[in-house]
Structure formats: C-alpha cells, structure tokens
C-alpha cells in the first residue's frame, strides 16, 4: 500500500492537482500518552478529540515493571475509545527487546482494525523493517485485520542515520520517520544531557572587532544536518517526516522554534509529550494565513504554473509556484 503522497510531486507543466487527489492526513502532533497510568489514560477520550495522533507509548520511559501493565492499558484505551478521524498510534518496543513480540502479539490480536500505525524505534537499517513487515502480515492474516498497520520509523541511532534512504523506501508500509534526539545524541556520543533542541555551547562566535570589548555569539541547531538529511529521505520515497520530542516542558519558545525550524525544512509534525506542546505543534505545523494569502496570489497569477510574474517586487516562477503549492495544499488540509 503507498500513502497518499503530502508532498508536492512537480509535474512537468505545473497544472495543479485536483482537490480530491490531496491526502486527507493532517499529523501536526504526535500526542504521547504513558498507557500504564490509569489517570492519564482517563483523559483520552477527551484528548482524542484535541489531536491529530493520540500514541501509546509502551518502551522509553515505561519503566520495565511496567510494560505489561502500559501494553494491557494501551488495549483498554483503544477498545473504549472512539477515535472518530483522530490516528492511534502506538510505540513499541525495540526489536531487541524482551517485550517487542507480546507486544505485537496482543495489540494486532486485540485492537489490530483500530490501529493505524506502529511506531518502531531505534531503527537501523531497512532489515528492521523488513521484519516488522512480514510480522505484521502474519499478525493480521492470523486476526483477520482488514486494513494495512502502517509502519514510523524512529531515527535515533548513528547506523540508523547512514541507512536513513534505504529505511524509507524499506516497505509500502512505511508511513513516515520521526527523529529521536535524545537516542540519537547518546549513539553519537554527543556532549549534552537533554532531549532535543539546542546547546548554549554549540555555537559560533561573530568576527573579533577590535573597538569592542564583546563578541557576538550565535547558537546553532544541533539537528539541522539530521532532520535536512531525514526530509531528502523521507520525501523521495513519498513519506513523511516528524521531528520528535522536546524534553524541556518549562521553555515553550525553545519548543516552539525547534519545531518551526523542523517545519521550514520539510516535517510533518513533532511530538508532544505535554499538554502546553499541543497548541505549540498546531500552531506551528499549521501554515501561516499571510504566507498561504500570499502563496495563492502566486497560484493565481500564473495559473498553468508556468513563466515568471513580480509580485511585491519577488520574481515568482515556475519553482516558486511549485513551492507556493504545498503551502496551498497543506492549508486546505488543515481546513479539511
Ligand atoms: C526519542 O525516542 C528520542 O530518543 O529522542
Ligand atoms: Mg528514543
């Protein structure tokens, strides 16, 4: 099965695509609920109505003489809860793990037709996939599930990161990929102690001047080389990309500009794994209105999508159109 492609495929003359053809999904947050405690799981079926993904999250931060408990609770929340239009979701357990086969087992036993997709973490290379594939076929053939249980990669190990191409284009499963920061820092042996987001440290200093006593220091993004190299992969095999989470709930504007830069660059949507990360994720993965009122001028100057006009003295073209498109489509999907 291949997703319905969110990313604009430029055609050789750009005539746009009819409304119908644009993908439904709207995914701009990634919502983490821990299964095990029955508190939390009680607010799901409010959240579900808040959200564009609700996850079960049964390995990192479940601790191991929980994960019965999460993966039953995970079961309970997804027979007692009307989803309507709102994805679940749930985050396995490693493939070399104690848990991962029970995991797989029970859920696609129990809830497999409501399931949309398993989030895999710590991927490695497309023979992770590979497995998870032929063990979903098996599952749902066994339980008589219907509809295809998509498959999101999380990167988050440094192998991971040099056969990101290859796990993208792994399986028609494969639904999208979500950067894993904090995994990802320990693999590379980063110097930091967070999860995602920047480093006072990593920056760079503004040229000496020698009338000034003080020299500028501008901080850079740990994760702009990992999410630039995650998008190519992800949008040449006609799949989505997430940034993942971010750890540090009592700084909004470092969430909120982590998950912007992510967005510039080509993601989807991001974790959130706080309630204050919510209407932070939907903000920023909604485009901006002045931006798609001025992406539409563009779409209706030029309205095969060819040729070259100035709109407030920008030269717009064929390749600014094409840019002007995803804008367009991704608010019309918003407004879905
Ligand atoms: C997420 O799982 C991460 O490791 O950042
Ligand atoms: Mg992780």
């Known amino acids: ?14 005539a746009p695509a009819p409304l119908r053809e644009l993908p439904v999904k709207v995914e701009r947050m990634i919502h983490f609920v821990p299964p095990h405690l029955e508190k939390l799981r009680a607010k799901v079926p409010e959240l579900a109505r808040q959200v564009d993904v609700v996850l079960g999250n049964l390995e990192d931060a479940i601790p191991a003489d929980a994960k019965e408990a999460a993966r039953k609770g995970f ?24 848990w991962i086969l029970d995991d797989l087992i029970e859920i696609v036993a129990a809830v497999g037709n409501k399931l949309d997709v398993v989030m895999l973490p710590k991927v490695e290379g497309p023979w992770d996939i590979h497995y998870l594939d032929q063990l979903l076929a098996q599952l749902e053939a066994r339980n008589g599930v219907t509809k295809p249980i998509l498959i999101h990669a999380i990167l988050e190990t440094a192998e991971g990161v040099k056969n990101v191409d290859a796990i993208a284009a792994a399986s028609p499963r494969m639904h999208g990929i979500s950067l894993g920061p904090a995994d990802l820092a320990a693999s590379r042996a980063m110097k930091t102690t967070r999860v995602g987001g920047g480093h006072p440290d990593y920056r760079v200093l503004a040229d000496s001047d020698p009338g000034q006593g003080l020299r500028a220091a501008y901080q850079q993004d740990l994760w702009h080389y990992t999410i630039a190299k995650m998008v190519d992969a992800c949008a040449s095999a006609g799949i989505k990309a997430f940034y993942g989470p971010f750890g540090d709930f009592s700084d ?85």
């Open 252 to 336: 909004s504007p470092a969430c909120e500009s982590q998950f912007r830069n992510a967005f510039l660059l080509g993601c989807a949507g991001a974790w959130s794994l706080h309630p204050t990360q919510i209407a932070i994720a939907k903000r920023v993965f909604s485009p901006d209105p002045a931006e798609v009122a001025f992406a539409r001028r563009v779409l209706e100057a030029m309205p095969d999508g060819t040729g070259a006009v100035m709109i407030d003295g920008r030269m717009q073209d064929d390749a600014t159109w094409k840019q002007c498109k995803v804008v367009v489509d991704l608010a019309r999907q918003v407004a879905a």
């Open 75 to 98: 079961i309970e929340m997804a027979k007692s809860t009307d989803f309507g239009s709102t994805g679940l979701w749930t985050r396995i357990n490693s493939l070399n793990s104690p």
């Open 1 to 14: 099965m291949k997703l319905p492609n969110q990313f604009y495929r430029p055609l050789a003359i750009g």
